[in-house]
């Protein structure tokens, strides 16, 4: 059979991306440019400042991806790119420059959905996963419990009602003075917190089990903070830390294992930003071995925003015959 190969290209939010795939599970190349540095100093991503910088780097980032795969344009099969969910102005910087390429290079357009590429970056470094499988993808815009019932095929059984886990990890660290991106301060400083220190909320929401609620929690973690200050106390930053990520580890551990269970399932993923979270990763595991279950996750450079990912994704798109035309726009709340 032959090969198929990807460019996939990835601008929903701060990182401008691409990379090239063969055959949905081989890398060839990833490239990211973040823009991290960019937006720390306004404590977040400012939308108009992603598109401009996304306009910069993105012909860069791309001639870079070809040349670490040591491609031509000739000789890739299609061209993948997220047109949603995302910042409208991110997207469409990508969306534009994936419909020039394709019309240019005489290329299929595919389009992804941006969820759909973080549940695929599973794909790449677990090559017997296939599914069905449970996902839980956590990123710092969603939070979704998802069957995975084909490739291309979903089923969300549970979403976050108000802040994603990403989203309350990122407010929880400006809270405590640790800057953007929250998450992987909290996890670093958690490593010399006590978890059990201060009882903070896991919330369930009662008339849909799967769903996800953490502005209650957030809520909780910044009226200690007050409290704290109020009386004088002394906050140990460490053990706020620990305490908040185990509450969000321990509702996300729960609810995953509760859809396990109830459909059967022998085999979990974990996606997203979040995914690359340390006590997350441990506790999942462990829960996953307790019930027999396998567990995936892919390397955290997988976890958090990369055009891989939209490569593994467009691939079974391509397969699956998905073809995008050049009126191809960007979709900022695309449902999976
Ligand atoms: O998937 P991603 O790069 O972008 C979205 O699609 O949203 O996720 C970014 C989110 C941010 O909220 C960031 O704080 C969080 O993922 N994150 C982490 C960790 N690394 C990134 N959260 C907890 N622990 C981490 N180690
Ligand atoms: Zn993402």
């Known amino acids: 059979e032959k090969d198929i190969v990807i460019l996939a290209?990835?601008?929903?939010?701060?990182?401008t991306a691409a990379?090239?795939?063969?055959?949905?599970r081989e890398v060839l190349s990833n490239i990211i440019s973040s823009q991290i540095a960019l937006h720390t100093l306004y404590g977040g991503v400012v939308p108009e400042i992603a598109s401009r910088k996304h306009i910069e780097k993105i012909n860069q980032v791309i001639e870079e991806a070809l040349k670490q795969a040591n491609m031509t344009l000739d000789e890739i099969d299609a061209i993948g790119v997220t047109y949603g969910p995302g910042l409208v102005g991110a997207l469409l910087v990508g969306v534009a420059e994936a419909k020039a390429i394709a019309y240019a290079a005489k290329k299929p357009l595919i389009g992804v959905h941006h969820i759909e590429g973080h549940i695929s970056?599973?794909?790449i470094e677990n090559k017997d996963l296939e599914p069905p499988f449970a996902c839980l993808v956590v990123s710092g815009g969603h939070t979704h419990l998802v069957v995975v019932e084909d490739y291309g095929k979903y089923k969300i059984l549970g979403r976050t009602r108000d802040d994603a886990a990403g989203e309350a990890f990122d407010k929880v660290a400006r809270a405590i003075g640790l800057g953007y991106?929250?998450?992987?301060?909290?996890?670093k400083l958690s490593k010399e917190g006590n978890p059990e220190a201060i009882t903070?909320?896991?919330?369930?929401?009662?008339e849909?089990?799967?769903?996800?609620?953490?502005?209650?929690?957030?809520?909780?973690?910044?009226?200690y903070l007050n409290g704290a200050k109020m009386k004088g106390e002394e906050i140990v930053a460490a053990d706020v830390a620990a305490s908040f990520q185990k509450a969000v580890t321990d509702v996300l551990v729960e609810h995953a294992m509760m859809a396990v269970k109830e459909y059967g399932f022998d085999k979990l993923a974990i996606a997203g930003g979040v995914a690359s979270n340390s006590t997350l990763r441990r506790e999942m595991e462990l829960a996953c071995e307790k019930?027999?279950?396998k567990f995936y996750h892919p390397s955290p450079i997988l976890c958090t925003d990369n055009a891989a990912m939209i490569g593994a994704a467009a691939y079974y798109e391509y397969l699956a015959g998905t073809r995008h035309g050049l009126d191809l726009n960007a979709i900022p709340n695309l449902k999976l």
């Not at 990379?19 to 949905?24: L, P, W, Y």
């Not at 991106?181 to 996890?187: L, R, S």
């Not at 903070?200 to 009662?206: E, G, L, N, S, V």
């Open 19 to 24: 990379a090239v795939v063969k055959n949905g």
């Open 200 to 206: 903070f909320p896991r919330a369930h929401i009662a």
């Open 181 to 187: 991106p929250g998450g992987p301060k909290i996890d």
């Open 291 to 293: 019930n027999n279950v």
């Open 208 to 223: 849909s089990v799967y769903d996800f609620s953490f502005s209650g929690l957030k809520s909780a973690v910044l009226n």
């Open 121 to 123: 970056a599973n794909y």
């Open 9 to 15: 290209i990835e601008s929903s939010c701060d990182e």
